[in-house]
């Protein structure tokens, strides 16, 4: 499969977006021709700290420095987005043998809804590869400097929304 003249769509809840995801972001933006970051507006799991609005906004600001990364919100399936813009790849970062378990479920029904999309795993880097959104919330609502795992907008926001004073 060549990688020039595709659209590769990266799709998550990014609640926030970290430094791990921005590895994977900038890896697929040297791969593919462009890149679309979709932000899931809703999410199966419990309320986001993040409203839809503002994990985009956090999203355009960290991957400003990219030309060809353009950040999208979606409601539904991930594949129907996928065809709404164009994109013929959904690249996943996977940090584990636990995120290969689930992400190879997900591309199992992406297939069979889209069998024209194909799903691409970047493995993450070893420096992130213990990271999650959840962690980072976490350590910032006790307090902890989150600075060295997310961008500085990010980790400002993440102090005003449940930093210790907040
Ligand atoms: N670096 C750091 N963290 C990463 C990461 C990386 N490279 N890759 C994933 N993560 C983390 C996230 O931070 C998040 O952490 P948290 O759970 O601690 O908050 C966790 O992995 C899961 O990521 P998230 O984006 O929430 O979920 P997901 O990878 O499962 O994907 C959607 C979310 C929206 C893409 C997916 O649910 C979806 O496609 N939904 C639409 C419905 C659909 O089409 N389903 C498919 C078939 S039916």
């Not at 995801?21 to 507006?41: K, N, P, Q, Y």
């Not at 996928?82 to 190879?104: C, Q």
């Not at 926001?157 to 930093?163: H, V």
Request: proline letters at 4%.
């Amino acid at each position: 499969m060549s990688t020039q003249g595709r659209i590769a769509l990266c799709p998550g809840t990014y609640d926030p977006v970290t430094f791990g995801h921005l590895d994977i972001v900038e890896r697929a933006s040297r791969l593919f021709s462009s890149v679309v970051v979709a932000v899931a507006e809703g999410s199966k799991k419990k309320q986001p700290l993040f409203t839809a609005d503002e994990r985009i906004t956090l999203m355009r600001a960290s991957v400003e420095h990219l030309g060809n990364v353009q950040v999208t919100g979606f409601n539904g399936l991930v594949t129907t987005h996928a065809r709404e813009v164009g994109a013929s790849v959904i690249a996943k970062g996977v940090r584990s043998a636990a995120d290969f378990d689930y992400e190879s479920q997900m591309a199992q029904f992406n297939h069979r809804l889209a069998d024209e999309v194909q799903t691409v795993f970047l493995p993450a880097s070893p420096e992130w590869a213990f990271l999650s959104s959840s962690g980072v919330r976490e350590a910032a609502a006790w307090g902890a400097d989150v600075s060295g795992w997310v961008p500085a907008h990010v980790a400002q926001a993440l102090r005003d929304r449940i930093g210790p004073t907040a």
